[in-house]
């Protein structure tokens, strides 16, 4: 029809249900009958969210642990895109992702789901931590052990993901276990802020287990109907913190320091340590990473908290934060036309993804490993009152413009030139590490600029770097 097989809800563990809700995944034993692999598997368990910005489509049922593969061709060996689904741990599935447009440059797209929210990484008695995490990597073995067959080549794996997505691809860069299962890392807007260590975990645990009146063990989660457990889930782990109540200044300050809730657990065994200080460390440093972020990832936020923000709240939110003042003063001379509500958003975005982002390409270049590390900034920015907002990366890198949300977000049609930077970057990188600029280097700090038209840009994320200073012990 349009040139790409697409083999849907292919399985790759054993339904996590019954006594295997809370356990790691067990590979998916061998079947005789043919498997329909014409419909999307169902979806993982997640809160139902009021319509927003992005599609989230539910698909019932209980087994979850299913992928989904874009190719061209059964035969050869292409390069193999793993693209893990975003959603802060708590939502999203493979269902609302399009590989299609990405296979026909030249790739295989594999989309695996996984575990969501408590069943993927509640720390319970009774049951072991990570268990999303164990999901991917169980994900990542199927595509060692299979994917020939779709027509992608084992030995050449790009793992690659945004938001949460993107921190779940830098976690399995620094895990011993992920080790020779992917060569290169493509992470875009999101780095392991939703990290928890294991004493916060616990105390996490034993608030909802208090909430739902139960003991915080595999039989308290199991026994709380499904409905009653994501409405607590939620109330204490809304997806990106947009819940939070108050004054503007109050949820401006509770976004920016907001911390994760639900997400890897650093347990000293399957997560060793915080992926940073991995990477400080030189974890996955023989590996190739491209990072990144758009520009405006957070502003509209700023506009759908209705915020009509004033200087002196923009003060107040830096002196709340303990930011230098000699760097904010920089910061504002950088972009001296902002609007106070402008100048705050842009500080939103460069605290929570800009800096972290750099901070990644930052430890590599200091810990001097082997492979190289390249930076990108999506500057572009639609004919829409918000901007290049978190997400619309998404349908740039995947080439996946048909339906309603992607036109919504660019405003209309993206022009063509910018589909084919950013996505014929992720496959050039794929290719060969190369995705088509050079690399970060502290000598130079050189990023590429998505836009129209795309360009090199030195040393871009001075200002945001001056004003927040490394990112890398939040949540260590």
Known sequence: ????????????????????????????????????????????????????????????????????????????????????????????????????????RGVVVVAPNYRLGVDGFLTIEGAPNNRGVADWLLALEWVRDNVERFGGDPANVTIAGQSAGSAACLNLLTLPRSAGLFRRVYAMSGTPWNQVDLVRARTHAAELAGRLGIEATVDGVASVPVDQLMAVQHELAPVGGIDATGSTLDQVHHLATLEGWLGPVVDGELVPCHPLTAIAQGAGGDLDVAVGSTAEEMDALMLLMGADVTASDADAAYARLGLDPDAVDAWRRDAPDRTSGQELGAALTALSFRVPALDVAELRARADGPASTFVYELTWRPPTPIGAVHGIDVFLALDALDGDVAPMLMGGEAPRSLVDDVAGAVVRFAIDGDPGWPAYQLATRTERAFDVPSRLRTDPGASARRLFGPIRGRGD
């Open 1 to 104: 029809m349009d040139g790409v097989h697409r083999f849907l809800g292919v399985p790759f563990a054993e339904p996590p249900v019954g006594a295997r809700r809370f356990a790691l995944p067990e590979r998916r034993a061998p079947w005789s009958d043919v498997l329909d692999a014409t419909v999307h598997g169902p979806t993982a368990t997640q809160p139902l969210l009021p319509s927003g910005l992005f599609p989230q489509t539910i698909v019932e049922g209980d087994d979850c642990l299913h992928l989904d593969v874009y190719t061209t061709a059964l035969d050869g060996l292409r390069p193999v895109v793993v693209w893990i689904h975003g959603g802060g741990m708590v939502m999203g599935s493979n269902v609302d992702l399009d590989g299609s447009g990405l296979a026909r």
